[in-house]
């Protein structure tokens, strides 16, 4: 695997990882009634998932024009962050939607 292939994996890490950390931050603002800021770390959550994604597009892409991706544990590990950053920042929506709820009792 060569360097740029190995870059593609990190920055799929980079941006799901920070994904993944403000959707928790979403999370605990919300917990503490701060909606307006839980909804904006919302946002920039999916903006960086969307990059993460079009980089995972981008190897689809790679693969199915005919081009074999390397597996390997590096590029594992990223699609593991990008799975699970997408399921922190739906998570932390409903979630938000609860706290909401919860503070007009």
């Not at 946002?43 to 597009?57: G, L, M, V, W, Y």
């Not at 590096?74 to 932390?92: F, G, P, Y």
Request: glycine share 2%; charged share 35%.
């Amino acid at each position: 695997m060569d360097d740029e292939k190995y870059m593609n994996s990190f920055r799929l890490i980079a941006q799901a990882g920070d994904a993944r950390a403000e959707a928790m931050q979403a999370i605990k603002a919300a917990r503490e009634g701060r909606f307006e800021e839980a909804e904006k770390l919302l946002r920039s959550a999916e903006e960086k998932n969307a990059r993460a994604h079009d980089i995972q597009f981008d190897l689809i892409q790679q693969e199915s024009s005919g081009e074999p991706v390397d597996v390997n544990i590096i590029l594992v590990h990223a699609q593991d962050h990008l799975t699970m950053a997408m399921i922190t920042r739906d998570m932390a929506e409903e979630m938000l939607e609860l706290y909401k709820r919860l503070s007009e009792k």
